[in-house]
């Protein structure tokens, strides 16, 4: 029996054919966890602003801008709105206005090459989106300065001019042709998609013409009221303008469609790969079996027990399977490392999401072969051993 090697090479063959599959479902398993540990991290992440209870409205269309004061009254006129703003840009939106900045350095202001990203915003803008200041205060509509003369940075912007964010209020910045001081820091937020690091940034007012995106903020509790009330308002001062609307959180999901089809399609073809892996783990099994047939039987006539023929018939299989994951696990670290790198903000690949896959496989075989061993196992050896 020492010197037989079952399978000869169309058993090697059905081996290596196994290992390859195996390898291939461990990687597309991890793949599975670890883009949906991702897509949970964004989804659970603390973006520095209010996102469940925004809901943006598009331009109100020539003309509006004379009559935006009276439709933000009327809009707060019902209990069910807690907030109006209009900005150049939203959040979920990309940054694309930059430019350089002159800041104050002892007692005059130095030209830099920092690039610094501006949202027009209104005396409302930081309140609607719950967004918090590091330092300062917020745009006030009684100074006057605050419409022409006046600044807000984030963090990211003050320590990148090498400030101390406690120190930036009352600083002198030129910036946009527009030459003021910095009344407040805002805690950093995510403006844009997590793909993208937070940028430094300067908020200043704007006129209505400028701050063409519209922003309400709604009571959760009585969403279906609000938004009632809100297009009751829109028909009476844009009747010329279809009413729409879109959620913050549903601008922010779109912002992850392509990374949530690809973890849906991951998992598709994980449970394609875990089948054909099955079956052919299951031919490979047969083959074994039958291979060792006479084996088996002389083993059982020895006083071999049905566990140990069982044991014995399972131990290659899971030999198989060990070399699959010490195959895929550096594989599945290495790609999803380079599909994470496309993330500023992202987990790391769990030793859990590796754990399970092999967990899985190991699982998966063992319920495949389990039957085809049992059987081989409980065969009458005088049955084979005549047939021999």
């Known amino acids: 029996m ?17 290992v390859s599959q195996f390898a291939v479902s461990i990687v ?53 709105v807690k907030n109006v703003t209009r900005s150049s840009r939203i959040p979920t939106g990309r940054l694309l206005d930059t430019q350089g900045a002159q800041v104050q350095q002892g007692d005059s202001l130095v030209p830099t090459d920092i690039v610094i990203k501006n949202v027009l915003v209104d005396h409302e803008f930081f309140d609607t989106y719950g967004i918090s200041m590091a330092t300062g205060r917020d745009f006030s509509k009684d100074v006057l300065s605050d419409d022409t003369a006046a600044f807000i940075l984030n963090e990211s912007a003050v320590q990148m001019i090498g400030w101390n964010v406690d120190d930036a209020p009352g600083k002198i910045l030129r910036y946009g042709g527009r030459e003021g ?51 009751e308002v829109w028909k009476t001062f844009a009747p010329g303008i279809p009413f729409g609307y879109t959620f913050l959180s549903d601008s922010y999901r779109d912002l992850y469609q392509s990374e ?6 991951f998992l598709i073809f994980a449970a394609l790969a875990i089948f054909i892996a099955a079956l052919g783990l299951f031919g490979l099994t047969t083959f074994n079996t039958l291979q060792r047939a006479r084996e088996i039987s002389i083993r059982k006539v020895l006083g071999a027990s049905v566990s140990h023929i069982v044991n014995l018939l399972t131990r290659e299989v899971l030999i198989l399977i060990l070399i699959a994951n010490i195959i895929a696990w550096p594989v599945a670290w290495y790609l999803m490392n380079a599909w994470l790198a496309g993330f500023a903000y992202r987990v790391s690949p769990s030793p859990v999401a590796f754990a399970l896959a092999a967990m899985a496989a190991i699982l998966l075989a063992i319920v495949t072969v389990s039957s085809q061993t049992i059987r081989a196992a409980l065969l009458n050896p005088a049955t084979t051993l005549r047939n021999e």
């Open 2 to 18: 020492k010197g037989q090697t079952p399978g000869g090479s169309r058993g090697a063959v059905r081996r290596v054919l196994v």
């Open 28 to 80: 597309l398993i991890v793949a599975t966890l670890v883009t949906t540990d991702q897509l949970r991290y964004l989804n659970n992440r603390d973006l520095g602003y209010r996102k469940d209870q925004i809901v943006a409205l598009p331009n109100g269309g020539d003309g509006f801008d004379e009559h935006y004061d009276a439709f933000r009254t009327e809009l707060l006129r019902n209990p069910s």
């Open 181 to 231: 001081r910095v009344i407040g820091v805002v805690k950093d937020f995510h403006f844009e998609s997590l793909h993208e690091a937070i940028v430094p940034m300067v908020f200043y007012m704007g006129k209505n013409y400028n701050r063409t995106r519209m922003s309400v903020a709604v009571n959760p509790t009585n969403m279906r009221q609000g938004l009632q009330h809100i297009e």
């Open 260 to 265: 949530q089809k690809e973890s849906e399609l």
